[in-house]
């Protein structure tokens, strides 16, 4: 069997960047277009920029906790790496495709792996409208924002604003607002994973609105439509027993 072919990814912190010589220097280094197998080190955030740059290529990654968060990460260890990244367990993740058009009538394109947000600028709340599937479902949310997340990213920003955990392979997305005042006691939808959503800012050049896909953002937006990109695909590889379907389930009975 030919050895199994590793580009190592550091986060910044002082952890991840320590870490990288020792791994760098007892398993190899070859540019990501020529590996097997992307590891990530650091928190979330680096599996996070790791992914994003796999969405041409899909090549799996494999996470190395030296980090803040490590949610997406596996622990780490110097320690039998190649061992554990052949006994891995796979998750496939859908993207979300956020298409965002701003007052100037221009678009904005960006895929999400957590989720689509879409936040007022100033301290007027935002205003509104949702429609899913061509259907209108809320004619005027007033809130501080609002949120599409996937199963991927239903533990993070979206349980922030005490929206729904999503098991992987639940085919579905959560639609979550964000301090919603107007109706007060909605508290967002479950959807069908392949639904269409449009949002509709009302009064965009009074009550600006910011919409972002994961930390990419775009000002000052007046629609975004909203759909998973069912053309990419992520892989990402967990230790048997930690795999990320295991880990949402935890996260669902913690307090």
């Known amino acids: 069997m030919n050895q199994l072919r590793l580009s190592f990814f550091a986060s910044k912190r002082p952890e991840a960047q320590d870490a990288l010589p020792e791994l760098v220097r007892r398993y190899g280094q070859v540019p990501e277009a020529e590996a097997d197998v992307i590891v990530a080190v650091g928190g979330d955030g680096a599996m996070l920029d790791t992914l994003r740059r796999r969405f041409q290529d899909n090549k799996p990654v494999y996470g190395m906790h030296r980090g803040t968060v490590g949610f997406l990460m ?41 989720e689509v947000s879409l936040l007022r600028q100033t301290a007027q709340s935002a205003r509104l409208k949702i429609t899913v599937d061509d259907r209108m479902r809320m004619e005027e949310l007033t809130c501080d924002g609002v949120m599409v997340a996937t199963p991927a990213g239903s533990t993070a920003y979206n349980l922030s604003a005490h929206g729904p955990i999503l098991p992987i392979g639940a085919n579905l997305l959560a639609l979550t607002p964000v301090s919603a005042f107007r109706p007060r006691r909605w508290k967002g939808a479950l959807l069908r994973h392949d639904a269409t959503v449009n949002i509709d800012v009302i009064a965009p050049d009074r009550r600006p609105v910011a919409a972002a896909a994961d930390n990419q953002e775009v000002r000052d937006i007046k629609h975004v439509l909203v759909r998973e990109s069912r053309e990419t695909r992520l892989t990402m590889l967990f230790d048997p027993g930690h795999a990320l379907d295991e880990r949402i389930l935890r996260e669902q009975f913690a307090f």
């Open 74 to 114: 596996n622990d780490y260890s110097l320690d039998g790496l190649v061992e554990r990244i052949n006994a891995a367990e796979r998750a496939s993740l859908v993207p979300l495709r956020m298409i965002a058009t701003d007052i100037h009538g221009e678009e904005h394109s960006a895929l999400a792996i957590n």
